[in-house]
């Protein structure tokens, strides 16, 4: 088992910068890829990015990708989301999430662990 805890969410304005945290526990954290979701209001859940279980590897989403960086600790067992330049539409829940394997993913699927969420509000 991995647990999962998410923090850093807040309101912001647009075009500010937040990083979102996410600390695991149970596991070896180098062990899983790593992911970050997003859910707005109304909206299905959607892919941010994704890191490999070493961090050599990310992989974005369209929407956020040259705005949002990922990376991890994993000597810290943390995981991040660097969010810059956010807009409006960014505004969602974040989701950490933690695959059983270290290669990353894209769908929500293929995540066992995830956690409950961080509220991301930007103003315009």
């Known amino acids: 088992q991995v647990q999962l805890l998410e923090s850093g969410g807040g309101l912001v304005q647009a075009g500010t910068s937040l990083t979102l945290s996410c600390a695991a526990s149970?596991?070896?954290?180098?062990?899983?890829?790593m992911g970050w979701f997003r859910q707005a209001p109304g909206k299905e859940r959607s892919f941010v990015g994704t890191?490999?279980?070493?961090?050599?590897?990310?992989f974005y989403g369209g929407s956020v990708k040259g705005r949002f960086t990922i990376t991890r600790d994993n000597s810290m067992n943390r995981l991040y989301l660097q969010m810059d330049d956010l807009k409006p539409e960014d505004t969602a829940v974040y989701y950490c999430?933690?695959?059983?394997?270290?290669?990353?993913?894209?769908?929500?699927?293929?995540?066992?662990?995830w956690g409950r969420g961080t509220q991301v509000t930007v103003s315009s």
């Open positions: 999430a933690a695959r059983r394997v270290s290669t990353i993913g894209v769908r929500a699927e293929l995540y066992e662990y």
């Open positions: 149970g596991r070896t954290f180098s062990d899983h890829a």
């Open positions: 890191i490999s279980g070493i961090g050599g590897t990310t």
